[in-house]
């Protein structure tokens, strides 16, 4: 029986699930495959790279939702999705992703609608709707962190989470608020091995009136993809990029860093400990091999173990 790869449920014989379709549009009935293969769609990210303000590692295109043809369509701009497919190298990224930001919802992380389109090669794209549009043509006040640090794509990494707290402290509406939700999404990449939230891969968003920290993206386990990485944070804390304890994470960075009180750590960590009891089946049921289920699972219990879950 196959299983959905928008919501999950196992959904027969069909590609996808009713739920996983009304997630899209509730006026779909249907989704045809995405009409490129994995190669296709690389070279096409390589093609239109020049015109796409996306860019990065992975490969991405731009595309509409076309519901009428129940499809999704490329395009050069005005797209309201980011796609994804396969990785020449990397194995099974899109999976990875999908499953990854999967987690930090249930952990109460804010993320996009986000899943998976099956193509023709029967490989699977890793789909996430743009945040930073509205409607047909508006576009919503976002800047990532590099650019409020005024550094370039090339000095992403050149940073530390020190001083990106005082970027909060400076833009943000209401700097504790979003200074708990910097917490609990470090100590949630932290666990899922996720070493490469460089600069870029935060960002502020204006949101009635707010600037506050924007939904999360880019969100994966890169420890597994390149062989268990020397590195566990991409930015440094406190001088160091790997060997972090929980004291460095909740004692320096949470209480001492961002301020926060005991009742904000505490409720932090309470998320995130409740949310590991759906991880592992969340895991057991996604799109991965069982080689990298084992290993993401073997990962995910050491890290629990270092801030004593």
């Not at 650019?147 to 509406?173: H, P, V």
Request: proline share 3%; charged share 30%; with cysteine.
């Amino acid at each position: 029986m196959k299983r959905c790869p928008i919501s999950y449920e196992t959904c027969g014989n069909a590609d996808y699930s009713e739920n996983g379709l009304r997630l899209l549009s509730p006026k779909l009935d249907h989704l045809s495959k995405f009409s490129y293969s994995a190669e296709e769609q690389r070279a096409e990210a390589l093609a239109r790279a020049v015109k796409l303000s996306i860019q990065g590692v992975q490969p991405k295109l731009s595309a509409i939702l076309n519901i009428r043809d129940s499809r999704f369509d490329l395009v050069d701009s005005g797209g309201k999705y980011i796609l994804k497919p396969q990785h020449h190298i990397y194995p099974q990224l899109p999976e990875n992703e999908d499953l990854t930001m999967r987690m930090a919802d249930a952990a109460g992380i804010n993320v996009p609608l986000h899943g998976m389109i099956w193509s023709k090669d029967q490989s699977l794209t890793y789909f996430i709707k743009r945040f930073d549009r509205a409607g047909h043509k508006d576009k919503i006040p976002t800047e990532d962190f590099a650019q409020l640090a005024g550094l370039s794509r090339e000095t992403k990494y050149n940073y530390s989470m020190e001083k990106l707290i005082l970027l909060m402290d400076e833009y943000c509406t209401f700097p504790v608020i979003e200074k708990s939700k910097l917490f609990r999404l470090v100590l949630f990449n932290f666990l899922v091995g996720n070493e490469d939230m460089h600069l870029k891969n935060y960002s502020l968003i204006r949101n009635n009136g707010k600037i506050e920290l924007s939904p999360a993206y880019d969100l994966l386990n890169s420890t597994i993809v390149l062989k268990g990485g020397a590195e566990e944070i991409a930015l440094t804390l406190a001088g160091k990029k790997k060997k972090l304890s929980r004291e460095i994470l909740i004692g320096y960075f949470g209480k001492e860093r961002c301020g926060l009180n005991e009742k904000m750590i505490d409720n932090n960590l309470n998320a995130l400990k409740t949310a590991s009891e759906v991880w592992f089946d969340l895991i057991s049921i996604s799109f991965l091999t069982n080689e990298l289920k084992e290993k993401y699972k073997n990962l995910l219990e050491r890290r629990m173990r270092i801030l004593d879950f």
